[in-house]
């Protein structure tokens, strides 16, 4: 069963739900994958039934035409400012290793791709709301969007790279994961009644059940980026790749274009840690993720020439 939504048209959580619409080819699967979480649901919150009958009952949207130019690209440094993200045994917060390796990026980007558009979300230590990361991007219509990250585990073993785009948690970890990340609008004082958000709540299992709905018409083009982000980055950095894997996150769900977001490593993990703290390791992944978004732009190219002006790529 596949999920779109127009997300140019997309303004609240609550706008979401009534814009997404379902493909029965794999329902059966989607279905066993959707009752499990609405079953915990249920258990928990009681919100399995809601889930469900949304499941069945989303009216349709547009699918958003995909072009093949890679023209504008926005880097977003995941969390700054009040927000901290991950802790690094007290030696390195998330919000400084993720503007190390976006700044380290950008100039990579702007040296070896002069015809390429950069744009930031940050540049120092700032506070951001998870809403305007997505909305830069959206604004300037961006053709790629890339937010880097730490992980993190209470299981200090768990180690290496993820690059993940929108998409069905599979798995409790990926779940674990974007709970962790869309936590961040938690610093906003106002995000239960901003209507950005619709009212979606990082703790309720009905708000991530409907969003592992989510199937948005960059698919194929966010999983392209993301293979190559953790095919190059496992190459030349020591911090060696998990996969590319699914999961919903707010700050992807919102924008209008290709998306991933990239977890370069685990600030819990003492090897990872250690690395990702130089400027080296920081630019080693920066290196991965260029040379990434280089292929990717040569396979866009090669395939708006077979399909000639105006083609579409799936």
């Known amino acids: 069963m596949f999920f779109y939504v127009n997300v140019r048209d997309s303004r609240s959580f609550g706008e979401f739900r009534q814009k997404v619409c379902h493909d029965c080819h794999i329902m059966s699967e989607r279905t066993a994958i959707i009752s499990k979480y ?6 928990s919150l009681g919100v399995g039934l809601v889930a ?4 069945f ?3 349709s949207a547009k699918v958003v035409k995909v072009t093949t130019g890679l023209n504008t690209l926005v880097i977003d440094a995941g969390h700054g400012g009040m927000d901290p993200g991950c ?3 007290n030696e390195v917060f998330e919000k400084d290793v993720t503007l190390g390796v976006s700044l380290k990026l950008g100039k990579i980007l702007r040296d070896s791709m002069p015809g390429l558009k950069v744009l930031y979300t940050r540049t ?26 730490c992980n993190a585990n209470n299981n200090r073993s768990a180690a290496g790279s993820e690059t993940y785009f929108m998409g069905l948690h599979k798995t409790e970890g990926n779940l674990d994961v974007a709970k962790r990340e869309n936590a961040a609008i938690t610093y906003e004082s106002d995000y239960k009644e901003n209507s950005r958000y619709g009212g979606f709540d990082p703790e309720s299992a009905e708000g991530h059940i409907i969003f592992s709905l989510v199937q948005n018409a960059y698919m194929k083009q966010s999983l392209k980026l993301a293979s190559g982000i953790e095919s190059h980055t496992n190459k030349i950095s020591m911090i060696k790749s998990r996969g590319v894997k699914q999961a919903g996150f707010l700050v992807l769900w919102q924008t209008s274009m290709p998306s991933v977001l990239v977890e370069t490593g685990f600030l819990t993990n003492a090897t990872d840690r250690m690395y990702l ?25 090669t395939v708006g020439a077979n399909n000639g002006p105006g083609g579409v790529v799936r």
């Not at 469900?52 to 499941?55: D, G, I, K, V, W």
């Open 38 to 43: 609405a079953s915990k649901a249920a258990k």
């Open 87 to 89: 802790n690094g045994n």
């Open 277 to 301: 703290k130089t400027n080296d390791g920081q630019q080693k992944i920066a290196m991965g993720v260029f040379r990434a978004v280089r292929d990717y732009k040569k396979y866009l190219e």
């Open 57 to 59: 009952g989303l009216p």
């Open 52 to 55: 469900l009958m949304l499941l």
């Open 124 to 149: 120092t230590d700032k506070t951001l709301k998870l809403w305007e990361r997505p909305n830069l991007a959206n604004n300037n219509r961006a053709d790629l969007f890339i937010s880097i990250h």
